[in-house]
């Protein structure tokens, strides 16, 4: 089948090299808007049609212009066969940066800056596990309970920008990671059976790193302060903090010290009545081993 045919056949949409740009986004449409710009400007330089292009890199005229419209964020692999194609020397495939970031919602990569500045983090989960301890599978599980459901181009996008979050763990110097989960987040079997024996095993790795620690809230101790729901701080090197609690300040972000010290102060109380690092991970063994 060829890509012309390939891009006209129903639910294609989806599998083009590209991903939808959100319209309230003004940072993400000027960049996209930059990126087709350059595309087109190298296409046309080249003195190749839309159409040409579009088979010389394996995808549809329609979405040539699309993408050089800045209608469409181009995927990596797009850009790479573009910079092929043009002969840029790379400077196409370069731009891989720039777009590597537009294709995560807005309030993703808002969150992802914050926890890339941290220098510690403290988080308390009742409900699911926190997003940097989900494996890709798990997280692709629970993203498609969502209602309204995701569309896949939409549920791709939120896989991927929540395995990007995972950066955090590699970063030089590394920041203190504090957890604290509720019991049942680690026995629902989202995904099913395989996938929740893969998570408590990726979960186990991670518990074991040196700046990491995890620590799991037994169900039977109810008379704890987090039966609110999630607490989240995020500190930061400069001394200043955020914070969010789903039971306390609207479930707004705070940053003002009074507001963080009642967050933090509930978090050391539900710290204090969790099992301990260690009996954490010989409790997560064990359920593992009942998986």
Known sequence: MTAEAETERPGAEADEPGWEVDPDDEWALAVVATVGRQLKLRREAAGMRAGEFGAAVGYGEDLVYKIEGGRRIPRPEYLERADEVLGAGGLLAAMKEDVAKVRYPKKVRDLAELESRAVELLSYGSHNLHGLLQTEEYARALLSTRRPTLSADELERAVAARMARKAVFD??????????????TLRRPVGGRMVLRRQLEHLLHVARLRHVEVQVMPTSRGDHPGTGGRIQVLKFGDGTAVGRADDEFGNRPVSDPRQLRILELRYGIIRAEALTARESLAFIEQMLGET
């Open 171 to 184: 970063r030089v110097p590394a920041p203190e990671l504090s957890f604290v989960q509720e019991e049942v």
